[in-house]
Structure formats: C-alpha cells, structure tokens
C-alpha cells in the first residue's frame, strides 16, 4: 500500500468512525439469544415409547447430498411418513420426510452407528454400518446378523455376523497407524458371549480382519463393554489416536478395570483408576476450540455408594481425572455441540440425562458448560416421566454456511409448548454480525475491533474485514459493517 492510499483509508476511516458516534452513544446492547427448540418434519415428529442412539452421516460423502439424521428406539416404535405410511427403525431424516431402512415388520432393532473407511486411500467412500442388538435381518435371501453394512439401500452381512446374549454391542472404526498405511479397522464390543454366527467365542471385543472377526481379549474374560472410542488427545501430532474401552473387565492372570487401552497388542487398564465406576458413554472435548488447549477426554460415568446409584461426568487430561458434575447425579452423559460453527466461541460441553447442577441443588434433562460453570438451557420439557436418553450433532447443509444442530432424543411429549413427540433439535442462533469482538454485547468495542481488522491488523477469530464476503476489503465492507451495527442482534 502506497502512503497516498493509507492516508486516503485513514481519513475513509475517521470520517466513518466520526459518522457512527450517533450509534455509540446509545445503551449498550445484548447481542446473545437462546436457540430454538423445533421438532422435526411436519406434524409431530416421530411416534415412540422413546428415541436413543442418534447419528449423522453423509449419504455420499464429497458428493452434493447434505448429511442425513438416523435415529434408534429405545423400545419398539412405529413413528408414520408424512403420507401416513408405518416407518421401522432405524429412522432415517433426509431433510423433508422419515423413512425406515430396513423391511416392514421389524420393529424391536437397537442400532448404534458409525461410518468405517475399509480400504483407506483406496476407491471405496467411508460405509454406514451397525449393530443390530438382537436382531435379525434378511435382504433377498442374505441373512444380517447382529452388525451390517448399508450399501445405500439394504443391509449386508459382514462375515457371518456376531450376537450378544443381552444384544447388548458397541461399534466404532479405527485406524491403527494414522496416517500409515494400514487402513481402518472395526471393532465391535459386547459382553462375555459375544460369538460369530458360527459360534466361534469372541470374549467381548472382536476385531474385524477383512474376512473374519477375531477375539481381542484372552480366552475366558469377563468382559461387558457398554462404550468404544478413538481418542486422539494431542490431535494433529505425532502421537497415534488411542483405542479406548469403558465397562467392567477382568482379564485372567492380568487385570480388573472399568476403562482399558489398546498398545497394539494388549489390552492396558488406564491408571490413575476412572473415579466414576462404570463408563457408560464417552466423547472428546476441546474446551478452546483451536486453542492451545489439548483435548480431553470426557466420561459419562456411574457409581455405587452404600447401594445407592450415581452418575457423573469426568474429564481426563491423560494423567488426571477431575468431576466436572460434583454432586449426586442420576445420570450423565456427554456430547459437544460448536453452536456458532466457524464463530469465535468454543464447542460447549453437553451434559444429557438427568445431570445435577450447583452440587445437586438443581436437576435438569440438558445442560452445557463453558469451561467454568454450567448453566441450564432455558427450555421446557414436558411429558410423563420424561427423560433425555440421547443427543447428537447434525449439520443440515454439511460445509454450508448455516452451524450444526443439536439433536435430543429420549421421551417427552411437548418442548416449550410444542408437540415433538420424543425427538427436537435445537437451532443456534445466528452468529450477530454487529458483535464482531464476539463478547455478546454491541457496543463502541465492536466498532473499534472492527476498524482495526479492517485496517490490517489481526481480528478476532472466526470475523474477517470482508463483512460481504465478496472477496475484497473496501468501502463497502464498511457501509455494511455499520448498517449491522445500526440495525443490532
């Protein structure tokens, strides 16, 4: 820039800066709203004794399909189309209407989900793929015990399938060198009686090798694994991302633990001992997004006092644990949930069930945490007995411009007054243009932030001096900042 044009951009700036005092000296003004609590499609949404696991994938991958939602019961259900036609799980949500993915009739399935890349760089895009609990599903003839894979309209049988007495598994994709050249494998943890369809005994965890499931734990164990996770808590380092169990083990001749990590050929227990008992439910949380910060891992746990149950939820940075929920809680169980996508506020920490708040003082169904305390959303959930059993992310437009929302599951009648029979999602509000320092007020400090990225210097993350987004930085980047600001949140 010559020393004509930065004086010609100063003096465009003080005149501009000069011209908005009439705004400034108004009060300050808020700029945070809460987020909308909707159902989903018309009418009622799903009919359901009550909805559990949630999960979002992308039918095709880099194609121009957005990301649909699927959602498992917790108990049968039978939840009608828009046209009125009957609907088994799973539920699957393309954006305008529900509809089943697997045949009529089949109405006592509980799914879990996850999305496996089997030939890594290869040709094949990343599956869709399942354990089915108890059941049983037969597609022209191919018989789909207990896991399958969705091939974009039916399931199929991997090997020959795995059951589980209590129907009881978990299922997740992981890849044992990272960027190596291995490409991901599955993994799929029961209980003790975890066999083939052959009745091979597997112990509780198997691995899938290409061709058959294979036992990852020794003979005779008793093994319950009730969550699996891919930890990776230093993120983009060197370090490879960790395979994670959480439930009750005992390994003979070795170990007992309630959470226990993969080194590549063993089973290790995670020491210092996780202090919440049994690990029902596990997530990754980074608490400042793109931030130093590494990422910690948060456990969604329960424990037994002098017969008495009680949840809670534990961060563990690698070598400490620490309650984020101190206090009784009749449950907890963790999802994250970046309310304002590539805005500058951190993802929030969500706590579902029925987690205590101010050392057990207040019960809720949904709660989120900024780092430091935890609040309650300002919703009202209705119904008998009503309890959140699950929550999840959902991003309707994928790498649209619009940030994800949260998806809450379980069995209530009414959110706010408004009939969603099981299943609502939250939408976030809208990122406000006018707070550009990001500190939920517009005030004289939004316009002094935003000069002085427009000028060149660094702005807040998450904001760009290109307001218009037309890809340059000028006058116009100007007039429309002010207009924002004039206008408010």
Not at 149 to 158: A, E, H, K, Q, T
Not at 273 to 282: A, E, K, R, T
Request: aromatic content about 10%; some cysteine; proline content about 10%.
């Amino acid at each position: 820039m010559t020393r004509t044009e930065a004086f010609m951009r100063r003096t465009t700036m003080s005149v501009v800066f000069v011209c908005a005092v009439p705004l400034i000296i108004s009060d300050r003004a808020f700029a945070q709203c809460e987020p909308r609590w909707e159902a989903i499609g018309p009418g009622p949404g799903l009919r359901a004794d009550s909805i559990g696991p949630i999960f979002s994938w992308d039918p095709d991958g880099p194609g121009p399909m957005p990301p649909e939602l699927l959602c498992s019961p917790v108990n049968n259900f039978s939840p009608p189309n828009a046209a009125g036609q009957l609907v088994v799980p799973p539920a699957r949500w393309d954006g305008t209407a529900w509809s089943s993915m697997v045949p009529q009739g089949l109405t006592s399935l509980s799914y879990r989900f996850a999305m496996w890349d089997s030939d890594g760089t290869g040709p094949h895009a990343a599956s869709l793929v399942a354990v089915l609990g108890l059941g049983t599903i037969v597609n022209d003839g191919l018989t789909v015990q207990g896991v399958g894979r969705w091939d974009g309209s039916r399931w199929l049988p991997i090997g020959t399938g795995l059951s589980s007495p209590t129907g009881g598994m978990s299922i997740i994709a992981w890849d044992p060198d990272g960027d190596g050249p291995q490409p991901e494998t599955l993994i799929v943890g029961g209980d003790s009686g975890l066999k083939t369809g052959e009745g091979e005994s597997l112990w509780g965890i198997a691995r899938w090798t290409g061709d058959r499931w294979i036992s990852m734990v020794p003979a005779s164990s008793s093994v319950v694994v009730h969550s699996l996770f891919v930890w990776d808590p230093d993120r983009a380092g060197p370090e490879p991302a960790q395979l994670l169990a959480a439930g009750r083990f005992w390994f003979p001749f070795a170990f007992s633990a309630d959470m226990i990590r993969w080194d590549g050929s063993q089973w290790r227990p995670i020491s210092p001992v996780h202090p919440g008992g049994l690990g029902l439910s596990m997530t990754a949380w980074d608490p400042d997004g793109n931030g130093p910060l590494p990422s910690r891992l948060i456990v969604g746990g329960l424990t037994v006092r002098l017969g008495q149950e009680y949840g809670g939820l534990f961060s563990w940075d690698g070598s400490v644990w620490t309650n984020l929920l101190p206090g009784p809680n009749m449950a907890a169980y963790p999802t994250v949930w970046d309310s304002d996508g590539p805005g500058p506020r951190p993802p929030q920490l969500i706590a579902f069930g029925q987690p205590t708040l101010d050392g057990g003082q207040t019960t809720t169904l949904l709660a989120r945490y900024d780092g430091s305390s935890w609040s309650a959303f300002d919703v009202a959930v209705s119904g008998r007995n009503a309890v959140v059993h699950s929550a999840g992310v959902w991003d309707p437009d994928g790498d649209g411009p619009a940030p994800a929302e949260l998806i809450v599951g379980g069995r209530f009648e009414r959110v706010n007054g408004v009939e969603v029979n099981n299943i609502v999602r939250v939408r976030p509000c809208v990122p406000c243009r006018a707070d550009f320092d990001g500190d939920g007020f517009v005030d004289f400090f939004d316009l002094s932030s935003f000069f002085a990225c427009f000028d060149g210097e660094p702005c807040p993350d998450g904001r760009t001096a290109d307001v218009n987004a037309d890809g340059f930085v000028d006058f116009f980047d100007l007039d429309a900042f002010l207009a924002a600001f004039e206008t408010g949140c």
